[in-house]
């Protein structure tokens, strides 16, 4: 079956636009997280859907970004009136139902490289 | 406040020779730990876990190890090949009143070179 899928690979917008990234999860997968690495950082969080409801968006940076998922499937990234220090590459991943004696391994996407100039 | 830390950025090994990834953390409430790598331009693949209730786990050429008094993690690779040069993430994630939701916190990533 297919895995992770993101939409672009690349963007380059000028600073002040807004994007829209999307995410295809694994099918089956109810769990969907969103996640950006910035140059020579790791991986930092920055929101969780179960389903279609987002219990725990702390990680998100700014009240410019937001995030929806519909079906319990894809999910949009929105970042509004982009800012330089947007730029990063964004990660979805997704995973199974959660059993917590099995932890969380997760299923990643290839990114979208996010360049705001 | 960086709760996973790798303090390597970097590390080369020699092709046939042991490669040893290690990391750190501060949460003691961490109870799964992960290995991820990753080739440029491609997402983080999973590679290797633990549980908190065990210290070692192997799998092939890869075996983490845990000690949870150390609030330390390493990942041995056994013989390292050059298809194994990548950058490597440690994460963790823990439970939360046993309705947990998998959130990985992760290391900076070391990046290993393997040489033929």
């Known amino acids: 079956g297919a895995g992770v899928s993101q939409s672009p690979s690349n963007k380059v917008t000028e600073k002040g636009k807004d994007v829209e990234l999307r995410c295809d999860p694994i099918s089956g997968h109810t769990a969907l997280y969103w996640y950006r690495q910035s140059l020579g950082q790791g991986l930092e969080f920055l929101i969780y859907?179960?389903?279609?409801?987002?219990?725990?968006k702390s990680g998100l940076p700014s009240d410019r970004f937001s995030a929806e998922r519909t079906g319990g499937s894809v999910s949009t990234l929105t970042i509004q009136r982009t800012q330089q220090e947007d730029s990063a590459v964004y990660l979805c991943?997704?995973?199974?139902?959660?059993?917590?004696?099995?932890?969380?391994?997760?299923?990643f996407g290839p990114g979208t490289r996010l360049t705001v100039t | 406040d960086q709760q996973v830390k790798q303090n390597s950025p970097s590390l080369s090994v020699q092709e046939g020779r042991i490669s040893i990834l290690n990391c750190d953390y501060t949460?003691?409430?961490?109870?799964?730990f992960l290995w991820y790598k990753k080739y440029p331009a491609e997402g983080p693949t999973f590679l290797i876990s633990i549980s908190s209730i065990k210290d070692k786990n192997e799998d092939g050429r890869f075996t983490v190890f845990l000690n949870k008094s150390a609030k330390h993690l390493s990942l041995h690779i056994v013989p390292s090949q050059p298809g194994d040069s990548a950058v490597y993430f440690c994460a963790a994630s823990f439970n939360a009143g046993g309705t947990s939701y998998g959130k990985l916190t992760f290391g900076q990533g070391t990046i290993l070179t393997v040489h033929p």
């Open positions: 949460n003691s409430m961490f109870d799964y």
């Open positions: 991943a997704s995973s199974p139902i959660f059993s917590g004696t099995s932890g969380s391994k997760q299923y």
């Open positions: 859907f179960q389903g279609n409801s987002a219990p725990d």
